[in-house]
């Protein structure tokens, strides 16, 4: 499985983005994705998580209210649409899959996309 991120950039304060991860190979219906970010000096971070079917979001509480997670299972795509941003969600953004996988017994495979930039200026 390969996740794929688009869409970071350079935006002025109280500006938006959209990024938009897409993943090719083979996953499994039961599956959770979600973006991080880790700033300079900082932890990697959940920013948002969303359950398969879409049904079911979660959120930090820095970005309740500004960030909208979704995804098209269609396309194998997940979005994070960022409104009203600030200086502190600057960040490299990553994208994250995990999937229940079966080989005899169940368990989670673990999914990381390569990154990518947020820069939000004053």
């Known amino acids: 499985v390969q996740l794929v991120e688009s869409g970071g950039g350079l935006v002025q304060a109280g500006g938006s983005l959209r990024l938009s991860c897409t993943a090719s190979?083979?996953?499994?219906?039961?599956?959770?994705m979600g973006w991080y970010r880790q700033a300079p000096g900082k932890q990697r971070e959940l920013v948002a998580a969303?359950?398969?079917?879409?049904?079911?979001?979660n959120y930090a509480d820095s970005v309740k209210g500004r960030f909208t997670i979704s995804r098209d299972n269609a396309k194998n795509t997940m979005y994070l649409q960022m409104n009203s941003l600030k200086p502190e969600d600057t960040a490299v953004y990553y994208c994250?899959?995990?999937?229940?996988?079966?080989?005899?017994?169940?368990?989670?495979?673990?999914?990381w996309g390569q990154g990518t930039q947020v820069t939000v200026s004053s």
């Open positions: 190979g083979s996953t499994f219906s039961i599956n959770l």
């Open positions: 994250n899959l995990q999937d229940k996988a079966y080989s005899g017994s169940y368990y989670w495979r673990d999914y």
């Open positions: 969303i359950i398969s079917g879409g049904g079911s979001t």
